[in-house]
């Protein structure tokens, strides 16, 4: 409950925080342990730059996770396609401030079900539209690496569903014939690809 009281407190205060706020937290040498399993990782960072304009919600948020160790987690040669480096970095704009806080504020009240009138705070936040992308995506896994930027555009629409307006992405696949190959060794996963 305390905690729950903490998180409430601090989103009734997104609003009043300013023009701006940046986040940039990182861990070097993390090893967390959990029901006799270890997982590391070299370096784990986040960050976030957000900027309110006119009411309008500026943000990039960044996660990077390197030199990962998993543990064993029993699924054999398809451990291969677990990753080692992970790095996202999602953004928005064109979003209202207010009905994001709103919104945020809804999901600490009511949980992760919500309840029906929640409904209507969503379609607030999404009958304006905005823009979302990525600034940059990259991981590895089955000895293949991907990076990929892109953005979409939506529109907003009186029903709250928005409509998507334009977009793009750009998509680097390299070695990915290592990755076919794990893939194909997996009878289960040949089939999908």
Not at 114 to 125: C, F, H, Q, S, V
Not at 132 to 143: R, S
Request: no cysteine; hydrophobic share 45%.
């Amino acid at each position: 409950p305390a905690g729950m009281a903490a998180l409430k407190r601090l989103v009734a205060t997104l609003p009043d925080l300013g023009s701006s706020m940046k986040l940039d937290e990182s861990v070097s040498d993390l090893a967390v342990n959990a029901m006799g399993k270890t997982f590391a990782a070299s370096k784990v960072g986040f960050t976030m730059d957000m900027k309110s304009v006119s009411g309008q919600l500026q943000g990039v948020m960044g996660l990077v996770a390197q030199n990962m160790v998993w543990p064993d987690l029993g699924v054999g040669d398809l451990s291969k396609l677990l990753p080692q480096h992970v790095v996202m970095r999602p953004a928005v704009s064109g979003i209202s401030s207010q009905d994001l806080t709103d919104l945020l504020n809804a999901a600490v009240e009511n949980g992760p079900k919500g309840k029906p009138e929640d409904a209507a705070i969503k379609n607030r936040l999404l009958s304006k539209g905005g823009t979302i992308g990525l600034e940059a995506l990259e991981f590895d896994t089955g000895g293949a690496t991907f990076a990929a930027t892109g953005t979409l555009t939506v529109q907003g629409s009186p029903s709250g569903q928005p409509v998507p307006k334009t977009g793009n992405a750009h998509i680097v696949a390299k070695d990915f014939d290592k990755l076919v190959a794990v893939v194909s060794a997996q009878p289960m996963l040949a089939q999908g690809m």
